[in-house]
């Protein structure tokens, strides 16, 4: 056979070079093209190998584009789903960190109250007492306590603590009278379920509640949570350490969940009474362990204990879970071993089924007893929007892969299988002899061009010449290469260098590099380039860099002719330049980016200083409320103590309780006016009776301190009109701020307050000098900003200045940071005299006459605030129901007739105002009859309803004075027009 004449390609030879003789001719390459050898793999490869490129290439284009695509978006996906999961592990532990802190401060307040609590006066003295009267009523003390306080007490089992004496006449009820309050007072306003004091035999000699546990004996080896303390507590009498049993079912509690704290409690000869105990709940912890923010659907926080069983009802679960759902999770207990951290686990629920969690857990030790906190979530719900993400990132890499493979195949159509069909074309022709046709080439400047130019030159001569042609071809193209390069160069904005491979010689630099580096454009660049690095270790640094190719935006420092130092990024790339091996660096100056970033920095600082700002009006609103609920109590018990007292020596003391508590009530108030955004309320003001206060008010800690104080108050001060309370405010936080200056001072600390009037600028101006060591000139600008503080961290927090400084201004006044003569600081505070003209007193309402045995429905959740409703209202003869929510409060009203309802606004279950409206549906008259009560900021909707309704509201805390009379205006018909 003759394989030369059988080809289907075509020979590009003269018949005049072909080897002569068809089966005598030297064998060529097989026809397929392909060395793949015999066998299936030939098999396999030949018909990819016969494909015509004009279908090949399209093929290959359009696979290239769909793999490209898909890993695209595979590996977008999977850098998305590792930052999805990250933020979702951050987001728990995050979670899992305000839990730990929330109840670490609840335990730690709980520790706090009971040492305080065993050295307290009330305490020590009362259990003295309470055992020797004890021990005077003799064998029968238990049995005769128990019937005369429990038995015989005339006030139900929730309300026995009202008894504060029994009539038996005995010196154990002389001293219960006189201490009982005291202790009653401390359990109800500290929230614990009971505190009972027990003497050094085990008997139970006191219990605020009077449940099954009082006037009982502590076995010695009994069991139980109480048995259990006193024990512990027994054990603790030389060190004197508190003593705290975990939370167990207790039986004299009706068996509600209940923890015990325990602690010796000593006389002043340091000798051992008895026990305080303190009974705790088990609410508080599980309210804040029930927030559901940014928990989803599936995720929870809870405390389990070494027994596996939660110290917190599960927020997903119908049914009461505390000491009853055990942890399956065996993760958490690595927390028992003192362990933080994250991991994963399977958690077997009730209901049989089990789902793979994602677990937060760190331990928590109170006492000696170690719990588990721990935040967990289903990984199904965590990890769903990687999931998503997943296949939208699959459909959307598929349909952009789908758009470029039909682009690239339509362009490789036109660009590369039409150009060669056409050089094909051509060879075809000269095949066949035609070399004079006029050839249909493409002119290009890629491969087909290339054979395109070959074609021609073939067919134009066969000799040396062609080579010699394409050689000169060839400088051209490289001469005209640098005279583009350097035209382009020259008119480039961004500063190029050229520089050596070999040695780092400048070869080239356009103007704008001569500029940067501050030589004469005119003149080359005649120093190596590591002459304008700033050291040698970073030229050094920058070098290896740029010879492996990675100088891309790297920042660094490079030094002016002059010496001076800037700011630059570089970026290199390895070419050939006039044939020698060499790097193109681009050079731009960033400092006016860099000083453009520290403006937007600056900028981010002052935003970040606002939102401060806010956050502090939002915290000291919320400050505000808690307080108000037990200030209302407080309030109320001190004013009916000074009230219906008989001794002049109760009177007092509940007159100075009252007085310290309508103080802090004020104080709650202010808190409120600022949250409100509303004026303060201002009167006629003695400058120099508020500087007084605020020194008798600190006397003892300026005292304790080793300061000596003076004080030099102008006799005839005349009055500013202001707020009392927030100038003591200002004066004190003065007073406070100059003692913490003072405290580290090794010299003599004096502190001398001022007060001073000027006729001319119609101003008054008090004045605190401390001898510290003042402030520092480069901070005095910034004193007065929100937060900003020298102190150490847990000293100061920074609000104080900034607090005086708004309440000054608000005022009219001015604040100011001046040197001491001989070292220290003055803070002078200059206010406006007041004008009180045309301010004229109200005069004083008459409340009508009572009209005693009217029945009233009270509505609060708080019991402590219900219960002191009643007391007040039942002096004037009222019959009182109480109910803990506005559907408790609906049932009652089916069923009874009540001449007015007090209703606190804020309720689980029903507020105050879906009450009112509840009552209004089925009771018109009596909506007519209702009052509000709040303790909270009113908002625009809560003040819109008391507008649009004249619903009366007294705001806590409340004077007994006021809810009397608002109830006896209303029920007598001379309340405001509803």
Same mark, same amino acid.
């Given at each position: 056979?003759?394989?030369?004449?059988?080809?289907?390609?075509?020979?590009?030879?003269?018949?005049?070079?072909?080897?002569?003789?068809?089966?005598?001719?030297?064998?060529?390459?097989?026809?397929?093209?392909?060395?793949?050898?015999?066998?299936?793999? #030939?098999?396999?490869?030949? &018909?990819?190998?016969?494909?015509?490129?004009?279908?090949?290439?399209?093929?290959?284009?359009?696979?290239?584009?769909?793999?490209?695509?898909?890993?695209?978006?595979?590996?977008?996906?999977?850098?998305?789903?590792?930052?999805?999961?990250?933020?979702?592990?951050?987001?728990?532990?995050?979670?899992?960190?305000?839990?730990?802190?929330?109840?670490?401060?609840?335990?730690?307040?709980?520790?706090?109250?009971?040492?305080?609590?065993?050295?307290?006066?009330?305490?020590?003295?009362?259990?003295?007492?309470?055992?020797?009267?004890?021990?005077?009523?003799?064998?029968?003390?238990?049995?005769?306590?128990?019937?005369?306080?429990?038995?015989?007490?005339?006030? &139900?089992?929730?309300?026995?603590?009202?008894?504060?004496?029994?009539?038996?006449?005995?010196?154990?009820?002389?001293?219960?009278?006189?201490?009982?309050?005291?202790?009653?007072?401390?359990?109800?306003?500290?929230?614990?379920?009971?505190?009972?004091?027990?003497?050094?035999?085990?008997?139970?000699?006191?219990?605020?509640?009077?449940?099954?546990?009082?006037?009982?004996?502590?076995?010695?080896?009994?069991?139980?949570?109480?048995?259990?303390?006193?024990?512990?507590? *027994?054990?603790?009498?030389?060190?004197?350490?508190?003593?705290?049993?975990?939370?167990?079912?207790?039986?004299?509690?009706?068996?509600?969940?209940?923890?015990?704290?325990?602690?010796?409690?000593?006389?002043?000869?340091?000798?051992?009474?008895?026990?305080?105990?303190?009974?705790?709940?088990?609410?508080?912890?599980? #309210?804040?362990?029930?927030?559901?923010?940014?928990?989803?659907?599936?995720?929870?926080?809870?405390?389990?204990?070494?027994?596996?069983?939660?110290?917190?009802?599960?927020?997903?679960?119908?049914?009461?879970?505390?000491?009853?759902?055990?942890?399956?999770?065996?993760?958490?207990?690595?927390?028992?071993?003192?362990?933080?951290?994250?991991?994963?686990?399977?958690?077997?629920?009730?209901?049989?089924?089990?789902?793979?969690?994602?677990?937060?857990?760190?331990?928590?030790?109170?006492?000696?007893?170690?719990?588990?906190?721990?935040?967990?979530?289903?990984?199904?719900?965590?990890?769903?929007?990687? #999931?998503?993400?997943?296949?939208?990132?699959?459909?959307?890499?598929?349909?952009?892969?789908?758009?470029?493979?039909?682009?690239?195949?339509?362009?490789?159509?036109?660009?590369?299988? #039409?150009?060669?069909?056409?050089?094909?074309?051509?060879?075809?022709?000269?095949?066949?002899?035609?070399?004079?046709?006029?050839?249909?080439?493409?002119?290009?400047?890629?491969?087909?061009?290339?054979?395109?130019?070959?074609?021609?030159?073939?067919?134009?001569?066969?000799?040396?010449?062609?080579?010699?042609?394409?050689?000169?071809?060839?400088?051209?193209?490289?001469?005209?290469?640098?005279?583009?390069?350097?035209?382009?160069?020259?008119?480039?904005?961004?500063?190029?260098?050229?520089?050596?491979?070999?040695?780092?010689?400048?070869?080239?630099?356009?103007?704008?590099?001569?500029?940067?580096?501050?030589?004469?454009?005119?003149? &080359?660049?005649?120093?190596?380039?590591?002459?304008?690095?700033?050291?040698?270790?970073?030229?050094?640094?920058?070098?290896?860099?740029?010879?492996?190719?990675?100088?891309?935006?790297?920042?660094?420092?490079?030094?002016?002719?002059?010496?001076?130092?800037?700011?630059?990024a570089l970026s290199s790339r390895a070419f050939d330049y006039d044939g020698r091996a060499a790097f193109a660096i681009g050079l731009v100056d960033l400092t006016q980016i860099q000083e453009a970033q520290a403006e937007i920095q600056r900028q981010?600082?002052?935003?970040?200083?606002?939102?401060?700002?806010?956050?502090?009006?939002?915290?000291?609103?919320?400050?505000?409320?808690?307080?108000?609920?037990?200030?209302?109590?407080?309030?109320?018990?001190?004013?009916?103590?000074?009230?219906?007292?008989?001794?002049?020596?109760?009177?007092?003391?509940?007159?100075?309780?009252?007085?310290?508590?309508?103080?802090?009530?004020?104080?709650?108030?202010?808190?409120?006016?600022?949250?409100?955004?509303?004026?303060?309320?201002?009167?006629?003001?003695?400058?120099?009776?508020?500087?007084?206060?605020?020194?008798?008010?600190?006397?003892?800690?300026?005292?304790?301190?080793? *300061?000596?104080?003076?004080?030099?108050?102008?006799?005839?001060?005349?009055?500013?009109?202001?707020?009392?309370?927030?100038?003591?405010?200002?004066?004190?936080?003065?007073?406070?701020?100059? @003692?913490?200056?003072?405290?580290?001072?090794?010299? @003599?600390?004096?502190?001398?307050?001022?007060?001073?009037?000027?006729?001319?600028?119609?101003?008054?101006?008090?004045?605190?000098?401390?001898?510290?060591?003042?402030?520092?000139?480069?901070?005095?600008?910034?004193?007065?900003?929100?937060?900003?503080?020298?102190?150490?961290?847990?000293?100061?927090?920074? *609000?104080?200045?900034?607090?005086?400084?708004?309440?000054?201004?608000?005022?009219?006044?001015?604040?100011?940071?001046?040197?001491?003569?001989?070292?220290?600081?003055?803070?002078?505070?200059?206010?406006?005299?007041?004008?009180?003209?045309?301010?004229?007193?109200?005069?004083?309402?008459?409340?009508?006459?009572?009209?005693?045995? @009217?029945?009233?429905?009270?509505?609060?959740?708080?019991?402590?605030?219900?219960?002191?409703?009643?007391?007040?209202?039942?002096?004037?003869?009222?019959?009182?129901?109480?109910?803990?929510?506005?559907?408790?409060?609906?049932?009652?009203?089916?069923?009874?007739?009540?001449?007015?309802?007090?209703?606190?606004?804020?309720?689980?279950?029903?507020?105050? *105002?879906?009450?009112?409206?509840?009552?209004?549906?089925?009771?018109?008259?009596?909506?007519?009859?209702?009052?509000?009560?709040?303790?909270?900021?009113?908002?625009?909707?809560?003040?819109?309803?008391?507008?649009?309704?004249?619903?009366?509201?007294?705001?806590?805390?409340?004077?007994?004075?006021?809810?009397?009379?608002?109830?006896?205006?209303?029920?007598?018909?001379?309340?405001?027009?509803?």
């Amino acid at each position: 056979m003759a394989l030369a004449n059988d080809s289907d390609e075509p020979s590009l030879l003269p018949s005049a070079n072909r080897p002569e003789g068809g089966a005598d001719a030297a064998p060529g390459p097989d026809p397929a093209g392909d060395d793949t050898g015999s066998g299936w793999p #030939r098999l396999l490869v030949r &018909p990819w190998t016969n494909l015509r490129l004009a279908i090949k290439i399209p093929l290959l284009v359009v696979a290239a584009a769909i793999v490209a695509g898909m890993a695209g978006a595979v590996a977008d996906y999977s850098w998305a789903s590792r930052q999805l999961r990250a933020v979702a592990e951050d987001k728990l532990l995050g979670l899992l960190q305000a839990r730990m802190v929330t109840v670490s401060d609840y335990l730690a307040s709980v520790g706090r109250d009971l040492r305080l609590g065993s050295q307290t006066p009330v305490v020590v003295e009362g259990l003295a007492a309470l055992s020797n009267g004890y021990g005077l009523l003799g064998p029968q003390a238990a049995a005769s306590l128990y019937r005369s306080y429990v038995t015989e007490n005339p006030n &139900p089992e929730p309300r026995r603590s009202r008894l504060d004496q029994a009539p038996d006449g005995s010196a154990y009820s002389a001293a219960h009278a006189l201490f009982h309050p005291g202790l009653r007072d401390f359990a109800q306003v500290y929230g614990y379920r009971d505190l009972l004091l027990i003497d050094l035999g085990g008997n139970v000699i006191y219990s605020v509640n009077k449940r099954p546990d009082f006037a009982s004996r502590v076995a010695p080896d009994g069991h139980g949570g109480l048995a259990e303390t006193f024990r512990a507590a *027994i054990a603790n009498k030389a060190s004197g350490k508190v003593a705290f049993v975990d939370f167990t079912p207790y039986q004299a509690a009706a068996g509600d969940l209940t923890g015990f704290v325990a602690a010796i409690v000593y006389s002043k000869a340091r000798e051992p009474l008895g026990v305080l105990v303190l009974a705790l709940a088990v609410d508080p912890i599980d #309210r804040l362990m029930q927030g559901a923010a940014g928990l989803g659907q599936t995720g929870e926080t809870l405390i389990v204990g070494q027994d596996l069983l939660v110290r917190s009802a599960s927020r997903l679960a119908d049914d009461a879970s505390i000491l009853q759902q055990r942890s399956s999770i065996d993760v958490i207990k690595n927390g028992f071993a003192g362990e933080s951290g994250l991991g994963y686990g399977r958690e077997e629920h009730a209901n049989g089924t089990v789902s793979d969690v994602l677990v937060a857990y760190t331990p928590l030790d109170f006492l000696g007893t170690r719990w588990v906190i721990a935040a967990k979530a289903d990984t199904d719900e965590i990890y769903s929007p990687v #999931r998503a993400m997943g296949q939208q990132a699959l459909v959307n890499g598929f349909s952009m892969a789908l758009v470029v493979a039909v682009i690239g195949f339509a362009i490789t159509i036109l660009s590369v299988v #039409r150009p060669i069909n056409a050089v094909v074309g051509a060879m075809d022709e000269m095949r066949n002899g035609d070399r004079d046709a006029p050839l249909h080439l493409p002119e290009r400047g890629d491969e087909i061009g290339d054979v395109s130019r070959a074609l021609v030159a073939f067919r134009a001569s066969l000799i040396e010449r062609d080579k010699l042609d394409a050689e000169k071809q060839r400088e051209s193209l490289q001469a005209e290469s640098g005279r583009r390069f350097r035209a382009i160069a020259e008119s480039s904005p961004m500063a190029l260098i050229v520089i050596e491979a070999d040695g780092g010689g400048i070869r080239y630099a356009n103007p704008v590099a001569h500029a940067l580096l501050g030589f004469d454009a005119d003149k &080359p660049l005649e120093e190596p380039m590591a002459a304008f690095f700033e050291s040698q270790s970073e030229m050094d640094r920058l070098r290896g860099l740029v010879m492996a190719g990675l100088a891309d935006n790297v920042e660094t420092r490079l030094r002016r002719v002059s010496g001076e130092t800037f700011p630059a990024a570089l970026s290199s790339r390895a070419f050939d330049y006039d044939g020698r091996a060499a790097f193109a660096i681009g050079l731009v100056d960033l400092t006016q980016i860099q000083e453009a970033q520290a403006e937007i920095q600056r900028q981010r600082e002052r935003i970040y200083q606002s939102e401060r700002i806010g956050a502090l009006g939002s915290l000291l609103a919320g400050v505000a409320h808690e307080l108000n609920n037990p200030l209302s109590v407080v309030v109320a018990q001190a004013t009916m103590l000074e009230e219906l007292a008989t001794d002049q020596a109760t009177v007092t003391r509940g007159g100075k309780i009252r007085n310290a508590a309508e103080r802090c009530a004020r104080i709650v108030k202010t808190f409120l006016a600022m949250a409100r955004q509303r004026p303060p309320s201002r009167t006629a003001v003695d400058l120099n009776e508020v500087v007084a206060a605020a020194l008798e008010l600190l006397s003892y800690n300026l005292r304790t301190a080793g *300061i000596e104080v003076t004080a030099d108050l102008a006799p005839t001060l005349p009055s500013i009109w202001a707020d009392p309370d927030q100038l003591s405010q200002v004066v004190t936080n003065l007073i406070v701020n100059a @003692q913490q200056a003072m405290a580290d001072h090794q010299g @003599q600390r004096r502190l001398h307050v001022a007060t001073t009037a000027d006729a001319e600028t119609h101003t008054v101006c008090v004045a605190v000098t401390d001898s510290g060591p003042g402030v520092p000139a480069d901070i005095k600008a910034r004193i007065f900003e929100p937060f900003f503080t020298t102190k150490p961290l847990g000293v100061g927090t920074g *609000i104080g200045l900034s607090v005086c400084h708004g309440v000054v201004s608000s005022h009219g006044g001015t604040i100011e940071l001046t040197d001491a003569a001989g070292g220290g600081a003055v803070f002078r505070v200059r206010l406006p005299v007041g004008d009180e003209t045309g301010q004229t007193a109200a005069a004083p309402s008459v409340p009508p006459p009572v009209a005693a045995g @009217q029945r009233i429905l009270v509505v609060d959740d708080e019991p402590g605030v219900a219960e002191v409703l009643s007391d007040i209202l039942e002096i004037d003869g009222y019959a009182i129901d109480l109910a803990d929510s506005g559907q408790a409060a609906l049932d009652l009203i089916a069923v009874h007739a009540y001449d007015a309802v007090i209703s606190d606004v804020h309720m689980p279950d029903r507020d105050g *105002i879906a009450l009112y409206r509840g009552i209004k549906e089925v009771r018109p008259e009596l909506a007519r009859k209702l009052v509000l009560v709040t303790g909270d900021s009113l908002g625009a909707s809560i003040q819109a309803f008391l507008d649009s309704t004249g619903v009366p509201c007294i705001e806590k805390p409340f004077l007994p004075a006021e809810v009397r009379r608002i109830v006896a205006e209303m029920l007598a018909g001379t309340g405001p027009a509803r």
